[in-house]
T-cell receptor, first 113, second 110 residues
Framework: ETGVTQSPTHLIKTRGQQVTLRCSSQSGHNTVSWYQQALGQGPQFIFQYYREEENGRGNFPPRFSGLQFPNYSSELNVNALELDDSALYLC????????????FGQGTRLTVV | DAKTTQPNSMESNEEEPVHLPCNHSTISGTDYIHWYRQLPSQGPEYVIHGLTSNVNNRMASLAIAEDRKSSTLILHRATLRDAAVYYCIGNGGSNYKLTFGKGTLLTVNP
């Protein structure tokens, strides 16, 4: 186990609803990144948080937003859910350097119906 | 981040070595080469990373070409637990994000 925990593990929501996913990072890691993984695809970078500030964003609309807390845990919020938002959402914690490893959680499987 | 190219799938037999190739011809001088793998129903798992020199750890070895335009992940003795999708990623800069492609699906036969 990596020490990165995500909750919930599975979730079913209705189109148009809002959802909040949670992530507890590995001890000592102040950087948290979120990824979306559609079936059969590699994970796609949503955004990254460093010291409670957004520190980079991928090609995702503003209805995807996040927070990072003083203990470095993080939330991903998605508003106005669409069917295409159905995916595995992964959280990764790391130090803010390119020459270090990221630790991923098991993910939250979101199904939008 | 550098664009990487990997074969869609590869097959190996148990207890034999596996060489997983990756092309990254647009890599910059400061991009690290990372490998992650993803077992079914799990999040990605770090395997190894390097910059210029070959690297070894308890999981695998990473052989980086002298011109850095390609690299090879080496699993010295494949086990059934090594069956996974393997991702090669060129990453650099202070904004630590990983740009995943589709990866290589490794099948290990008993």
């Amino acid at each position: 186990e990596t020490g990165v925990t995500q909750s919930p593990t599975h979730l079913i929501k209705t189109r148009g609803q809002q959802v909040t996913l949670r992530c507890s990072s590995q001890s000592g890691h102040n950087t948290v990144s979120w990824y979306q993984q559609a079936l059969g695809q590699g994970p796609q970078f949503i955004f990254q948080y460093y010291r409670e500030e957004e520190n980079g964003r991928g090609n995702f609309p503003p209805r995807f937003s996040g927070l990072q807390f003083p203990n470095y845990s993080s939330e991903l919020n998605v508003n106005a859910l669409e069917l295409d938002d159905s995916a595995l959402y992964l959280c990764a914690s790391s130090l803010p350097r390119a020459n270090t490893e990221a630790f991923f959680g098991q993910g939250t499987r979101l199904t939008v119906v | 981040d550098a664009k990487t190219t990997q074969p869609n799938s590869m097959e190996s037999n148990e207890e034999e070595p596996v060489h997983l190739p990756c092309n990254h011809s647009t890599i910059s001088g400061t991009d690290y080469i990372h490998w992650y793998r993803q077992l079914p129903s799990q999040g990605p798992e770090y395997v190894i990373h390097g910059l210029t020199s070959n690297v070894n750890n308890r999981m695998a070895s990473l052989a980086i070409a002298e011109d850095r335009k390609s690299s090879t992940l080496i699993l010295h003795r494949a086990t059934l637990r090594d069956a996974a999708v393997y991702y090669c990623i060129g990453n650099g800069g202070s904004n630590y994000k990983l740009t995943f492609g589709k990866g290589t699906l490794l099948t290990v036969n008993p």
